[in-house]
């Protein structure tokens, strides 16, 4: 029977690739702001304008991105529950609903901005970045009871909306000036600059891209208070650079999230098609590979010593059911398997058939296209298929590896080639030396170590 898998060392399984590592992505975002700060700090630069339809613009687009990022890391927390996906699904939605509620909706019906214009959305927006420094930082703990703290955490930012909203409406006429702005700025500045050190190090260690672009956004953000403390105003409907800061902020959250839904729609596309391929496999298994297995024994039955019609209907049954298990082994194959699981499977229902011991020693983990799994799955399955009928080994070892390109073994204790045949010259050797050339590699046969023969296949 054949023996247990032996991994060996390999390379693991990759992240997806990202467009920018961390660390880059702060610093493209650090020099963006330096430069924003610096041109905003010119004499002849124009740093402020008055519009108030270009700031409700900034604020409705806020709102949105806000929301949507929102809802987007609600549904990674119900996918996936942990702790710090919902305080940060929180911490958006505060932000989102503190520029509707206290921006957007209180300049379209007062034209008029006062202090309560000034100072609510100022309270709303340094709750959020707290709630973003906070679940940048939190550990990776799963949440036992996600519907429950779901609804906490929406009953948590419609109370701090409110709490906010009277507090402001009632201290509106008390509420001090111009100069004091220049605090809340400047602990926004902190809490943004530690959300975004929190969120590389979360993304250094998840591979998450929507951490990334997280990172960079709340660099962003950090210097939007920068140049909101450098130059503060208590009338909303001035624009300045802060605010095209601000927007780039939650521009960048928009971009992640459109990646991350991008993502989504692949992986349900990759879902869809395996389903499918499982199906067929299915009705491939319990309909053709059945019925060929029932002609080959049948046909073996009716071998006589004087015709061997028989037995050649039988060998063609044979090699026409090993097609089909090859063709369901395919279709049935996850879309994130590893290659080793493909070369296993292959070898092992190649010497179960003759009841070989079989010695797997294959890299764990590693990752190649489809057509390398086809490949490779039909080269074993075919160089163990010799070995047993052509070579009579007794056994077979395969050997996996992928530290320096791919490396495929096949190794017996047969008889070897038959004599002045050194490169082999069956349809089933040119067929597997095709498949590898095709690949961009090399198939050589080479006397094994224990009389039989050694077939390794090489690809780039």
């Keep these: 029977m054949p023996s247990r898998t032996v991994p060996i060392l390999g390379p693991m399984s990759r992240a997806p690739r990202r467009v920018l590592a ?16 610096l041109i905003s700090l010119l004499p002849l630069a124009d740093i402020a304008y008055h519009s ?10 806020a709102t949105l991105i806000a929301l949507l990022g929102a809802a987007l890391l ?16 929180g911490a958006l939605l505060l932000l989102g609903l503190t520029n509707l509620c206290f921006s957007v909706i209180p300049w379209l019906v007062d034209e008029q901005p006062g202090h309560f214009h000034t100072w609510a959305p100022i309270a709303g927006r340094l709750l959020g970045a707290a709630g973003l420094a906070l679940g940048a930082l939190l550990p990776a703990e799963p949440v036992w009871r996600p519907r429950p703290a779901l609804l906490r955490m929406l009953g948590a930012v419609a109370a701090v909306l409110v709490v906010i909203g009277v507090g402001a409406a009632v201290l509106a006429p008390h509420l001090p000036g111009e100069p004091s702005l220049l605090v809340p700025q ?46 503060p105003s208590i009338y909303s409907e001035w624009v300045y650079t802060g605010d095209f800061l601000r927007l780039a902020f939650f521009a960048l959250i928009l971009l992640g999230a459109l990646r991350e839904i991008a993502a989504y729609q692949r992986e349900l596309a990759e879902v869809a098609v395996h389903r499918e391929r499982r199906r067929i496999a299915r009705e491939l298994h319990d309909g053709v590979a059945q019925e060929l297995a029932y002609i080959s024994g049948q046909a073996r039955r009716l071998v006589t010593g004087r015709d061997d019609a028989a037995s050649r209907i ?147």
Aim: net charge negative; glycine share 8%.
């Design 22 to 37: 961390p660390r880059e992505a702060v610093g493209v975002a650090c020099a963006a702001g330096v430069a924003v700060t």
């Design 52 to 61: 108030s339809t270009l700031h409700v613009a900034i604020e409705t687009a």
């Design 74 to 89: 609600v549904g990674r927390f119900v996918r996936a529950p942990m702790q710090s996906e919902l305080v940060l699904a």
């Design 186 to 231: 400047i602990v926004g500045m902190v809490l943004y600059a530690i959300a975004a050190a929190g969120f590389v190090r979360r993304a250094e260690r998840t591979a998450d891209d929507l951490t990334t672009w997280l990172a960079a956004a709340a660099t962003l953000a950090a210097f939007a208070r920068l140049n909101y403390s450098l130059f």
């Design 314 to 460: 039988a060998d063609a049954a044979a090699r026409a059911l090993d097609e089909s298990r090859q063709a369901i082994a395919t279709l049935a194959r996850p879309v994130d398997a590893s290659l080793d699981a493909s070369v296993s499977q292959a070898a092992e229902e190649a010497a179960a058939r003759e009841v070989i011991p079989l010695r797997l020693e294959l890299a764990v983990g590693l990752r190649a296209p489809d057509a390398v799994h086809d490949a490779l799955s039909r080269i074993v399955r075919e160089a163990v298929g010799n070995a047993i009928r052509h070579g009579d080994a007794s056994s077979v070892t395969v050997t996996l590896a992928g530290s320096d390109g791919m490396r495929l073994t096949v190794e017996d204790d047969g008889k070897g080639l038959p004599p002045g045949e050194p490169n082999g010259r069956g349809f089933g050797l040119v067929s597997m030396r095709e498949r590898a050339e095709a690949l961009g590699g090399t198939l050589e046969l080479s006397p094994g170590r224990e009389g039989g023969v050694h077939l390794e296949v090489r690809l780039p």
